[in-house]
C-alpha cells in the first residue's frame, strides 16, 4: 500500500503556485490541504480497496488547472477527501462534515451561516448517515481555489455528495434548494447517462454556485448521440472540438463522458469532460487543447513539473471544455494526479 504524507502534496500545490504565479501565503496552501484530507492520503482502505474513488490509484487528491479564450486562470485548484480509513459511512460523513466546519474558516466571508449551508447541504443528501450501509465509500469531496485576489483565504471551497445512495435524494435536493431546482437533466428512464454528483460551492464574496453532474455508461457506442440528444449544439461542439485535437471519432464512445451544468447568480453553464482509463496517456490532447484555448500550454506544463520537482510522477486523467451560447468554447479545464512511487 502506498502511503503519502499531505506534506507531500503541500509540496507540490506550493510548488505549482509559484510556477502559476499564484501569489498566495504558502503556510495556508499547506494547512488547508493538510486539514481538507485529514492528514491521510492513503491509496487503500482498512479493507484493501481504493481509499477513495477520487482516482484510479485511490489516492483521495487530484490536481487542476483552467482558464479559457486564449488565456489560463492562475489559480491552483484540488479536491481531496478525508475520513478515508473510517470503515462507517456515518463516520466518514462526521469526519468531513468536522473538516468543512473548519475549512469554512479560510473563507474571507466564511462564518457560521455558511458552515450551516454546507452542513445542511450534505445532511440533504444523508438525512441517516447511521442507516447507509458501510459498503458505499463515497460520502462527500472537499474542492478549494487558491488564487492571487485572496491571498490569505481561499478562494472558493466546493462539496461533492452523491444524489443516489439514498432514495428520493434528487427530489428531496430540488424541492428544498432553489439553486438545484431546474438544473438540466435526462429522463428518468434513462439508461446511458446517469446523475452521479452534486455540489455545491462558495465563493469569496459569499456567492453560492449549485452543480449537477451526470456520468455516461462507458463503451456503449450510442453514447455521443444520446449527449448530443440530451443536450443540443454545446455537447455536439465539444465532442466536435475533442476529435478536431486528437480523439477517434469512432473511438469516442470508449472514454467515459461527465456533463457538469451549473448555475450561480445567472443562466446555466455546460461543461463536458472526458477521462481516461487505466494505461490511457491524455498529454497529447491535453496539451492541443491548452494551444487552442489556454493560448499556450504553460498551464498544464506547470503541472507536470511541479509533480517532477516534489519527485511524483504525474498523469493527466480527464479534460473538460466548457460551453456558452454567447462564446462557444470558452473553457478549458484539465485535471490530473501526482503519484509518489515511495514515501
Given at each position: 500500500?502506498?502511503?503519502?504524507?499531505?506534506?507531500?502534496?503541500?509540496?507540490?500545490?506550493?510548488?505549482?503556485?509559484?510556477?502559476?504565479?499564484?501569489?498566495?501565503?504558502?503556510?495556508?496552501?499547506?494547512?488547508?490541504?493538510?486539514?481538507?484530507?485529514?492528514?491521510?492520503?492513503?491509496?487503500?482502505?482498512?479493507?484493501?480497496?481504493?481509499?477513495?474513488?477520487?482516482?484510479?490509484?485511490?489516492?483521495?487528491?487530484?490536481?487542476?488547472?483552467?482558464?479559457?479564450?486564449?488565456?489560463?486562470?492562475?489559480?491552483?485548484?484540488?479536491?481531496?477527501?478525508?475520513?478515508?480509513?473510517?470503515?462507517?459511512?456515518s463516520?466518514?460523513?462526521a469526519?468531513?462534515?468536522?473538516?468543512?466546519?473548519?475549512?469554512?474558516?479560510?473563507l474571507?466571508?466564511?462564518?457560521?451561516?455558511?458552515?450551516?449551508?454546507l452542513?445542511?447541504?450534505?445532511?440533504t443528501?444523508?438525512?441517516?448517515?447511521?442507516?447507509?450501509?458501510?459498503?458505499h465509500?463515497?460520502?462527500?469531496?472537499?474542492?478549494?481555489?487558491?488564487?492571487?485576489?485572496?491571498?490569505?483565504?481561499?478562494?472558493?471551497?466546493?462539496?461533492?455528495?452523491?444524489?443516489?445512495?439514498?432514495?428520493?435524494?434528487?427530489?428531496?435536493?430540488?424541492?428544498?434548494?432553489?439553486?438545484?431546482?431546474?438544473?438540466?437533466?435526462?429522463?428518468?428512464?434513462?439508461?446511458l447517462?446517469?446523475?452521479?454528483?452534486?455540489?455545491?460551492?462558495?465563493?469569496?464574496?459569499?456567492?453560492?454556485?449549485?452543480?449537477?453532474?451526470?456520468?455516461?455508461?462507458?463503451?456503449?457506442?450510442?453514447?455521443?448521440?444520446?449527449?448530443?440528444?440530451?443536450?443540443?449544439?454545446?455537447?455536439?461542439?465539444?465532442?466536435?472540438?475533442?476529435?478536431?485535437?486528437?480523439?477517434?471519432?469512432?473511438?469516442?464512445?470508449?472514454?467515459?463522458?461527465?456533463?457538469?451544468?451549473?448555475r450561480?447568480?445567472?443562466?446555466?453553464?455546460?461543461?463536458?469532460?472526458?477521462?481516461?482509463?487505466?494505461?490511457?496517456d491524455?498529454?497529447?490532447?491535453?496539451?492541443?487543447?491548452?494551444?487552442?484555448?489556454?493560448?499556450?500550454?504553460?498551464?498544464?506544463?506547470?503541472?507536470?513539473q511541479?509533480?517532477?520537482?516534489?519527485?511524483?510522477?504525474?498523469?493527466?486523467?480527464?479534460?473538460?471544455?466548457?460551453?456558452?451560447?454567447?462564446?462557444?468554447?470558452?473553457?478549458?479545464?484539465?485535471?490530473?494526479?501526482?503519484?509518489?512511487?515511495a514515501?
Amino acid at each position: 500500500m502506498l502511503t503519502m504524507m499531505p506534506e507531500a502534496a503541500g509540496d507540490f500545490l506550493v510548488n505549482l503556485a509559484e510556477r502559476l504565479t499564484v501569489h498566495c501565503d504558502p503556510a495556508l496552501i499547506r494547512a488547508m490541504m493538510k486539514r481538507a484530507c485529514g492528514g491521510q492520503l492513503d491509496t487503500r482502505g482498512p479493507d484493501g480497496r481504493r481509499a477513495s474513488m477520487l482516482t484510479i490509484s485511490g489516492i483521495p487528491f487530484d490536481a487542476s488547472v483552467t482558464g479559457g479564450r486564449g488565456e489560463f486562470a492562475p489559480a491552483v485548484r484540488y479536491v481531496t477527501e478525508t475520513g478515508t480509513q473510517e470503515t462507517e459511512f456515518s463516520s466518514r460523513v462526521a469526519t468531513q462534515l468536522a473538516a468543512i466546519q473548519d475549512l469554512v474558516a479560510w473563507l474571507p466571508k466564511g462564518d457560521e451561516t455558511v458552515a450551516d449551508v454546507l452542513h445542511s447541504f450534505v445532511t440533504t443528501l444523508y438525512p441517516d448517515p447511521a442507516k447507509v450501509h458501510a459498503r458505499h465509500h463515497f460520502a462527500t469531496w472537499t474542492g478549494v481555489v487558491h488564487n492571487a485576489e485572496t491571498p490569505h483565504h481561499a478562494a472558493r471551497l466546493k462539496v461533492y455528495g452523491s444524489p443516489t445512495i439514498v432514495p428520493g435524494t434528487l427530489h428531496r435536493l430540488y424541492s428544498t434548494w432553489p439553486g438545484f431546482a431546474g438544473l438540466p437533466s435526462v429522463p428518468t428512464h434513462e439508461e446511458l447517462i446517469k446523475p452521479v454528483f452534486v455540489a455545491i460551492e462558495v465563493d469569496a464574496r459569499g456567492n453560492l454556485n449549485h452543480k449537477i453532474y451526470l456520468r455516461t455508461r462507458y463503451n456503449d457506442v450510442a453514447v455521443p448521440m444520446k449527449l448530443v440528444r440530451h443536450f443540443g449544439d454545446p455537447a455536439w461542439e465539444v465532442l466536435s472540438e475533442f476529435v478536431r485535437c486528437g480523439v477517434d471519432a469512432a473511438e469516442l464512445h470508449q472514454h467515459d463522458f461527465f456533463v457538469c451544468y451549473a448555475r450561480g447568480t445567472g443562466a446555466p453553464t455546460f461543461q463536458l469532460s472526458l477521462a481516461v482509463r487505466q494505461g490511457n496517456d491524455l498529454t497529447g490532447l491535453v496539451r492541443e487543447l491548452a494551444s487552442r484555448h489556454h493560448g499556450t500550454t504553460h498551464a498544464v506544463d506547470a503541472l507536470t513539473q511541479a509533480a517532477r520537482s516534489c519527485r511524483a510522477t504525474w498523469r493527466y486523467y480527464s479534460v473538460g471544455l466548457g460551453f456558452s451560447a454567447d462564446h462557444g468554447i470558452d473553457k478549458l479545464n484539465v485535471y490530473g494526479t501526482p503519484t509518489w512511487s515511495a514515501v
